[in-house]
């Protein structure tokens, strides 16, 4: 019995130690739930498509003036190729402005500035320019100039291109703006003939140019005409087209030799003087207003306008209508009608005259007017030239 109980015991202790070393079953996880279905990502929206950005507004074509020397307020040429920029100014969409020469070296220097500017159309002002403006032009085929009191070709037999002259050949980007003042002067030296209490009338220049002594040329004209006319013996101080020689200050801004010019006149009897200097005729219309000892004859603009304080001595003004000249090229400019090339104002057309009387309008005869008139008119048919009369023709 006790061997029985000991074989059973063993059965049971084997039979525990077999169960503790089999391997344990791994569990069985629970169901999982399925994921709860996702929906589908919303449509993106395409952007809103970018407004292009509003092209920038170009600005409106510079016009810059280049003046000669004498400033913007001479009351003669510079002055009146800056009204002409400022009459376009009041009607067109443009900018203007203008670069002061003091000396021949700023030529270059201003006409550069306008071209790095992006300038449209360049005016320089004057015969001393002609050279400068040439050369530009050729370095910057594209660009429009206008120069005035001057014209291309403008070389001779022997002259260096870019020296002594600028071009030998017309140029299609420059348009020269030239002025027969002759015409108009000889009007001023038949007045001022018929106007002389001395018989002694004078005339003066700024610097020896063309655009000068055609003045003095045509005033010169007008006294010898009247004398042929009238049979008188008046006489001209400060020019002799026979010989080419005259008096010329030098400059253009010296009011002080426009006095001592006067003073010099009026000692040998002249009493209606024209000077052909810009400003520096001021000088001599403030002697005359001074002394109330003669009269003077502006020129270029009315200077019954432009220098108001000597109205009381003012006979009248030679006028050269260069603000017309150039309100005329910028406007053919904005219109797509420029070419270069020479534009020629003469007195048919209204580009020279002289002014009104002004303060002497009761004081020049009725028979000088007519004259006068008889005059113009006959250097507009061509029946009486500036040339044929100082000739004897």
């Not at 791994?26 to 395409?46: E, G, S």
């Not at 004078?202 to 055609?214: L, S």
């Given at each position: ?105 700023d030529y270059t220097k201003n006409i550069q ?74 009007l001023a030296g038949y007045l001022a003939a ?124 030679v006028l050269k209508k260069i603000d017309v ?69």
């Amino acid at each position: 019995m006790k061997k029985l109980f000991a074989v059973l015991s063993m059965l049971v202790i084997l039979s525990l130690a077999l169960s503790a070393c089999a391997p344990r079953p791994t569990p069985t996880p629970p169901p999982t739930q399925p994921p709860a279905p996702t929906k589908p990502p919303a449509p993106t929206q395409p952007p809103a498509p970018t407004q292009p950005p509003a092209p920038t507004e170009a600005p409106p074509p510079l016009i810059g003036q280049v003046t000669d020397m004498g400033g913007i307020d001479d009351k003669s040429f510079n002055a009146s190729a800056w009204k002409g920029i400022q009459d376009a100014m009041k009607e067109f969409a443009i900018q203007g402005k203008y670069l002061e020469s003091q000396q021949q070296a700023d030529y270059t220097k201003n006409i550069q500035q306008y071209i790095d500017e992006g300038a449209a159309l360049i005016v320089t002002v004057g015969f001393l320019l002609g050279v400068d403006t040439a050369k530009f032009a050729i370095a910057n085929p594209d660009l429009k100039f206008a120069i005035v009191d001057y014209t291309y070709p403008d070389c001779w037999p022997g002259a260096e291109v870019g020296v002594q002259c600028g071009a030998d050949k017309e140029l299609p980007n420059v348009r020269g703006l030239i002025f027969q003042t002759d015409q108009a002067a000889f009007l001023a030296g038949y007045l001022a003939a018929g106007m002389t209490k001395t018989g002694v009338v004078a005339t003066y220049g700024g610097i020896k140019i063309p655009p000068v002594t055609i003045f003095m040329k045509g005033f010169e004209a007008g006294v010898k005409y009247y004398n042929q006319q009238k049979g008188a013996n008046v006489r001209l101080l400060g020019w002799e087209t026979a010989r080419d020689e005259g008096t010329f200050t030098g400059n253009f801004e010296s009011t002080d030799d426009g006095r001592r010019l006067a003073e010099s006149f009026m000692q040998e009897g002249a009493d209606i003087i024209l000077p052909v200097a810009g400003p520096v005729g001021l000088g001599s219309a403030a002697v005359c207003k001074e002394t109330k000892a003669c009269l003077v004859i502006g020129v270029d603009a009315d200077w019954y306008d432009t220098a108001p304080e000597y109205r009381e001595v003012l006979l009248t003004s030679v006028l050269k209508k260069i603000d017309v000249a150039v309100y005329s090229t910028i406007k053919d400019l904005l219109e797509g009608k420029f070419s270069g090339g020479t534009r020629v104002y003469a007195i048919a057309d209204g580009g020279v005259d002289i002014a009104p009387y002004h303060e002497f309008e009761d004081d020049v005869p009725a028979e000088l007017k007519a004259e006068i008139d008889a005059i113009r008119k006959a250097l507009i048919d061509g029946s009486l030239t500036v040339d044929g009369v100082l000739s004897g023709q």
